[in-house]
Every structure is written in structure tokens, then in C-alpha cells.
């Protein structure tokens, strides 16, 4: 079974502060996504990768960047952190594109900023 | 473009009662189409999927149909237990945008005994 593990299930930061979210996928998928998720919103992309190094923007990466410095391990970085950002992350990963294959999700990190 | 829309919930139904989730969508080219399910506190699960028009995917008692004349996946299930209680995510994959995925925005079920 595919198991994608993010470091912690529950953040409280200070407003300003630089965040970091961790995700590690333990399948050699290619793709690797993180969401934000809202109630009445659904779920928002933020950023992908489809491979190391490589990264583009989804529908909401205004605040966030990301890094993807091995295939295994997908960071989510708030710069400068705000109260609106207040949410649940999911972290997600897919075996690569061209192939049908589903997403895989991590048990996200909910994430407090005060 | 690609989107979902599923209904809106929430939903709550006596236990063995009979589920229909309501998703239609849209899309540009041949997506393929899933259903998620998330219990409180964690995220979301595959529950199933179809990848082609007609195709009906099934868990768990669970089952939905990949109808491409209406443009619907509609999930359903014939007698629900108080443990289905969550929210529940319709969902497309399009290899033509790079298999991104697009959701809709989530279902809640209660299911009381």
C-alpha cells in the first residue's frame, strides 16, 4: 500500500512566522500535489510536481512556494505566515502522468495561525 | 474547462436506508472518475473508480456507474451502516491537462441508528 506521511497533524503559528509542511511518499510515485481544504470550498490546489526539482503552480499559490529537492519528499513553505492560510493541508501523490492512477493522500496537517 | 459538481449536503439517513450521491461533471477530454471518502480527522481514501464510459466501479458496497450520455457518476449504495458516516468527494482525472485532478466540494453523510 502506498503511504504518504506528513510530519504533523496539528501546527499553531504566529502570524509572520515562516512555516514549513513535510510530505513523504514511500512508492516512487512521480507526481506530488498539496491542497488546501476548506469547509464549503472543497478541496483548492495549491502547487504540483510532476518530477525532482520541477514544480507549477495550481489554483491558489498566492503565499506559497514549495521544494522538491528528492522524488520522495514534497515541502509546502508559507513565506511569511497569515490568518487566512488557517486550514487543513493535504499532501497527495499519483504514480505519474499519462496513466490513470489515483491520488494517494496523506492524513494532512491541520494548521492554526494566530 | 474540467470541473465536478456533486450534491450538496448534508446528508443524514437512518441505518439501512438506501444512499444516492448525486456528481455530474464536465470535461474536455476523457476523464476518468472517482470517488473519495474522508472519516473525520483524516484524508481523503479511494473508495473507487472507473476509468471508461459505462464502466461501473464498486467497494464496499459502494457502486457508480461512469455515464458519459449524462455526464454523471453517481455514487450509491443499497443499505448504509452508522460506520459510512463521513464526507464524500466526487472526482475527475484528465490526462489531456497533465491528470490533474478536480473535485468537488464534498458530501457529508451522517447515518444515525
Known amino acids: 500500500d502506498v503511504k504518504v506521511t506528513q510530519s504533523s497533524r496539528y501546527l499553531v503559528k504566529r502570524t509572520g512566522e515562516k512555516v514549513f509542511l513535510e510530505c513523504v511518499q514511500d512508492m516512487d510515485h512521480e507526481n506530488m500535489f498539496w491542497y488546501r481544504q476548506d469547509p464549503g470550498l472543497g478541496l483548492r490546489l495549491i502547487y504540483f510536481?510532476?518530477?525532482?526539482?520541477?514544480?507549477e503552480k495550481g489554483d491558489i499559490p498566492e503565499g506559497y512556494s514549495v521544494s522538491r529537492e528528492k522524488k520522495e519528499r514534497f515541502s509546502l513553505i508559507l513565506e511569511s505566515a497569515s490568518t487566512n492560510q488557517t486550514s487543513m493541508y493535504l499532501c497527495?501523490?499519483?504514480?505519474?502522468?499519462?496513466?490513470?492512477?489515483?491520488?494517494?493522500f496523506g492524513n494532512g496537517t491541520r494548521l492554526t495561525v494566530t | 474547462g474540467n470541473s465536478v459538481t456533486q450534491m450538496e449536503g448534508p446528508v443524514t439517513l437512518s441505518e439501512e436506508a438506501f444512499l444516492t450521491i448525486n456528481c455530474t461533471y464536465t470535461?474536455?477530454?476523457?476523464?476518468?472518475l472517482f470517488w473519495y471518502v474522508q472519516y473525520p480527522g483524516e484524508g481523503l481514501q479511494l473508495l473507487l473508480k472507473a476509468t471508461k464510459a459505462d464502466d461501473k466501479g464498486s467497494n464496499k458496497g459502494f457502486e457508480a456507474t461512469y455515464r458519459k450520455e449524462t455526464t454523471s457518476f453517481h455514487l450509491e449504495k443499497g443499505s448504509v451502516q452508522v460506520s459510512d458516516s463521513a464526507v464524500y468527494f466526487c472526482a475527475l482525472s484528465d490526462q489531456g491537462t497533465g491528470n490533474q485532478f478536480y473535485f468537488g466540494t464534498g458530501t457529508s453523510l451522517t447515518v444515525i441508528p
Open positions: 510536481s510532476y518530477d525532482v526539482k520541477m514544480k
Open positions: 470535461a474536455t477530454g476523457y476523464p476518468s
Open positions: 497527495a501523490s499519483s504514480l505519474r502522468t499519462g496513466v490513470n492512477s489515483p491520488l494517494h
